[in-house]
């Protein structure tokens, strides 16, 4: 994405352009994925990719933008942080609305609209377990963490982190992994002719948000980063 981002920072350096306004834009691409997935079969699929990945591009660009311009704020870093979080929610919500099977012609089944949301909200909690320990250092009075301070201090937990990392299952309920998943279980649906795949899809990242949520809580306070 960068090799595209880099073509199309040429033509918005010389111009008006801020870069808060491409996060905006940003973010308004990262949540237009979640109404794409409900057009039903393998175009919705396709269309939450794109959406997705316009979301990536503009997350590229607005960065590289703001380092040639110049032009730096918190309120940038916050804008960022805010659309990263509403993207991944909206490809889980969206995700699981399409599960359920909305715009169908048979009866809604809302199960795997919850399952979605609980995914969604699972991603979600997973970004603030992170950010929350930069609120609570600041709070604290103590530095921003570094990276060794990560580190578990137990080597059974530290093994089962690298184990967890090798397999990264947990990439999978970010909001560009999952629409990417979700147009290859749209694929194989479309094959088998109903929405099988897809619920199974929901149910596992929705077991994933889960269980991650609880695992990176463990890591942080078993590490030294909140010390």
């Not at 320990?133 to 600041?138: F, K, N």
Request: with cysteine.
């Amino acid at each position: 994405m960068r090799e595209i981002s880099l073509r199309v920072d040429r033509y918005l350096v010389n111009t008006r352009v801020t870069p808060n306004q491409l996060t905006y834009l940003m973010t308004v691409f990262g949540v237009l994925a979640a109404p794409a997935l409900l057009v039903p079969g393998v175009a919705g699929a396709v269309l939450g990719v794109v959406m997705v990945q316009l979301y990536l591009l503009l997350d590229c660009v607005d960065g590289e933008i703001a380092r040639w311009k110049k032009q730096f704020s918190l309120g940038g870093v916050y804008l960022d942080r805010v659309g990263a979080y509403l993207c991944d929610a909206a490809v889980l919500v969206g995700f699981g609305l399409r599960a359920a099977d909305l715009f169908g012609s048979g009866r809604i089944d809302w199960l795997w609209a919850f399952l979605g949301t609980l995914a969604a909200l699972g991603a979600v909690l997973i970004k603030a377990e992170t950010d929350l320990v930069g609120v609570a250092r600041h709070q604290g009075g103590l530095p921003p963490v570094k990276e060794a301070a990560s580190e578990l201090r137990s080597s059974g937990m530290a093994l089962a982190r690298r184990a967890a990392g090798a397999l990264k299952f947990h990439r999978l309920v970010l909001g560009i992994e999952a629409s990417l998943l979700i147009l290859v279980l749209a694929v194989v649906d479309e094959v088998r002719g109903d929405l099988f795949f897809s619920r199974l899809g929901v149910a596992v990242l929705a077991g994933i948000a889960l269980l991650q949520t609880v695992l990176h809580l463990v890591s942080i306070l078993a590490s030294s980063r909140l010390k």
